[in-house]
């Protein structure tokens, strides 16, 4: 992406927000479907793909490494893989763009290859923590050759040939760090087990069992998992449905909740329960979220959501929740700004490490707008009010994410909320500015 120039955005009051719009296809299980399928023989296709630049990223890292990806006319992406610890070393470095997803998922798959890869991403991206996926890719026998202080990008990985079994257990909730563990083990010859103190969103085992990999995950301990995966299967070609993002679907969402009069239907989104700690937190601030219709939509359950605008009340977040809307603390954020009283959000360190410190930038969002915040120790305590002043310019730090959530947080402030860098919105939302000026809202 250019980050020469910077595109700024503005978001203002304008009338209610209604209409029925579909959120673009979840990012997880995008970049998922992608990476299983370039290890399938065979013809793998997936509908509903997320076409942000985080996932065109993984897709042109799985061409790189030997796999025929197209996207047909009729928006069916086709994929013709290598097989389990097949893949071919790659002419380039691997540029994974803002995407830890991508990045950290793609090295714990070529750490079960033996080709030797390079890893690399934009300014955002070499910022965060890659040790801990390369922690137990080294117990597994892959090889870091070079990396950047403390284990950044760029980092070139050698692959083990028959990766060793391992029993991991990973020492933050992570469902990357889960993943690169799992997605080396298919390569393993034997079971690799992950031990999970807290679950975190299931994707990974849910795709590999599509693809007729053996998974079993059994309850472990009071919110955990224990997930086992019998190494070297024959991974059968599948055809993946990519359900919309309830991460995405949080901004639209949460404005309509804010925007006074406000009526709006989002369609399936995906309800995967490890995803919708926001929801379930909004429900309890007063929120009216009604569910018009749930379905199966390629082995994960989807609801169309009519959401109203409806007064909220501040409330308790407790940490064990964290894993399940890790993503969407942000705009959770925005909605405790606009709700009667204190909103206490516990156990958010691992927001210090995502495309931005986000405990910081979301923090420094409410601020500048004129919302009370205070940071103690891992929590965010936001004091709400009705009424959020507004009219400041929010600095973005390349993360979508904060960019989305400053601008929801703008058409509802009594004065307009500008942030000074929209761009990154493609990473994972193409089409946000569109679809929400679908709904009325003001963005210029
Ligand atoms: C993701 C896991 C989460 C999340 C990210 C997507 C995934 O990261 O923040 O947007 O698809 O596995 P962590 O694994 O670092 O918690």
Redesign the pocket.
């Given at each position: 992406m250019d980050t020469a120039v910077l595109t700024p955005l503005t978001a203002g009051q304008g009338g209610p927000l209604q209409g029925c719009v579909r959120v673009p296809g979840d990012?997880?299980?995008s970049?998922?479907a992608l990476i299983l399928g370039a290890l399938t023989v065979g013809e793998t296709t997936v509908a509903g793909l997320l076409e942000g630049e985080d996932v065109l990223h993984t897709a042109a890292a799985m061409r790189a490494l030997g796999a025929h990806l197209e996207r047909g006319g009729d928006g069916l992406w086709r994929i013709h893989g290598v097989g389990v610890a097949g893949f071919a070393q790659p002419s380039v470095p691997l540029d994974f763009g803002n995407s830890?997803?991508g990045v950290?998922?793609a090295i714990g798959a070529v750490a079960g290859s033996p080709v030797t890869a390079t890893f690399d991403g934009d300014a955002s991206l070499r910022k965060r923590p890659m040790r801990r996926v390369l922690d137990p890719l080294e117990r597994m026998g892959a090889r870091v050759l070079d990396c950047a202080e403390g284990g950044r990008l760029p980092l070139t990985l050698h692959g083990a040939r028959d990766p060793i079994p391992i029993v991991y257990e990973p020492p933050?909730?992570?469902?990357?760090?889960?993943?690169a563990v799992l997605l080396a083990g298919l390569a393993a010859p034997g079971e690799t087990t992950v031990i999970e103190a807290e679950a975190?969103?299931d994707?990974?085992e849910r795709l590999l069992k599509h693809f007729g990999a053996k998974v079993v995950s059994r309850p472990y301990g009071e919110h955990g998992r224990r997930i086992t995966l019998q190494g070297q299967p024959e991974l059968e070609p599948a055809n993946v449905v990519v359900p919309a993002d309830p991460?995405s679907a949080a901004f639209p969402l949460v404005a309509a909740l804010i925007v006074p009069g406000s009526d709006v239907t989002l369609e399936a989104v995906m309800t995967n329960p490890l995803r919708t700690g926001l929801y379930t937190t909004l429900r309890e601030m007063g929120a009216k979220i009604e569910t018009l219709a749930t379905r199966d939509d390629g082995g994960e359950e989807v609801a169309d959501l009519r959401v109203t605008a409806s007064p909220l009340k501040g409330v308790e977040v407790p940490a064990a929740r964290a894993?399940s809307m890790?993503?969407e603390y942000p705009i959770l954020a925005v909605a405790a700004a606009f709700a009667e009283g204190t909103t206490r959000m516990r156990g958010l360190q691992?927001l210090r490490?995502?495309e931005s410190d986000r405990l910081a930038a979301t923090a420094d969002m409410l601020r500048a707008n004129g919302v009370e915040v205070a940071i103690e120790g891992d929590d965010m305590i936001v004091q709400g009010k009705p009424s959020v002043a507004g009219g400041a310019e929010v600095t973005t730090h390349m993360d979508h994410r904060i960019a989305m959530a400053a601008l929801v947080m703008g058409l509802a402030s009594e004065q307009p909320v500008r942030v000074d860098d929209s761009a990154f919105i493609a990473t994972?939302f193409p089409g946000f500015v569109e679809l929400m000026r679908s709904l009325g809202a003001d963005l210029a």
């Open positions: 990012k997880s299980i970049h998922r830890g997803t950290r998922l933050v909730a992570s469902a990357q760090l889960k993943s975190t969103r994707h990974t991460s894993p890790i993503d691992e490490v995502k994972s």
